[in-house]
């Protein structure tokens, strides 16, 4: 993380915290739990896409909804006043968040799952093709607790078929635990994006 980067979002947490004391229970209880001891692993895209929305929230969104609150504010009775009372709603929502991401960040470790390009071993960052024992095949990859997105078949490396595949290799079986009972996996392909921001390879 650049320096002036760090500066930046500590001072602004500071600044949010007279607005947010008596939330950060709200702030702990809303962070993706991680292993005792262990490290919030990210990829540099990842790690770049949480940044811009914290840098975004804090120069942009910010500054247009305390805009709002004071004239609205301004406008009378504010019991009554809609825009008034959403305007500070969304500040605490946007607060929350600001908390939230610079809390991520400050902890993330980035890696880059480029440097395993053309490996057959599961790290972090890979895109794995297993087959089950039942004959359903499913492509995966691997990324960190802030950045998975289900919808794009992507999973946190703590998920337990992440855990189960992490370190095997091209031909290996691993054994997945489920509430149905053990299911064996075989590994079909492995693959890693390119080095400079390709698309993932073949292993």
Wanted: glycine share 10%.
């Amino acid at each position: 993380m650049h320096a002036v980067f760090c500066v930046k979002i500590g001072a602004m947490s500071k600044a949010f915290t007279k607005e947010s004391d008596g939330d950060d229970e709200d702030d702990v209880g809303a962070l993706p739990p991680l292993p005792a001891g262990g490290k919030n692993y990210i990829t540099p895209r990842g790690f770049q896409r949480l940044k811009d929305e914290l840098l975004d929230l804090i120069d942009n969104e910010r500054p247009r909804i305390v805009e709002i609150v004071h004239w609205a504010a301004s406008n009378g009775d504010r019991s009554e006043n809609g825009d008034y009372l959403y305007g500070k709603k969304r500040l605490r929502e946007i607060d929350r968040r600001i908390r939230f991401l610079t809390k991520r960040l400050e902890i993330a470790e980035v890696v880059d799952p480029s440097v395993h390009a053309g490996s057959e071993q599961v790290y972090f960052g890979a895109t794995v093709t297993y087959v089950d024992d039942e004959g359903v095949e499913r492509t995966i990859t691997i990324m960190g607790i802030d950045e998975a997105d289900s919808a794009q078949n992507q999973v946190s490396w703590i998920a337990p078929v992440s855990r189960a595949l992490l370190k095997a290799r091209v031909g290996d079986e691993v054994a997945l635990p489920t509430p149905a009972g053990v299911r064996m996996l075989e590994i079909l392909e492995v693959a890693y994006p390119e080095p400079g921001g390709g698309n993932p390879g073949r292993a």
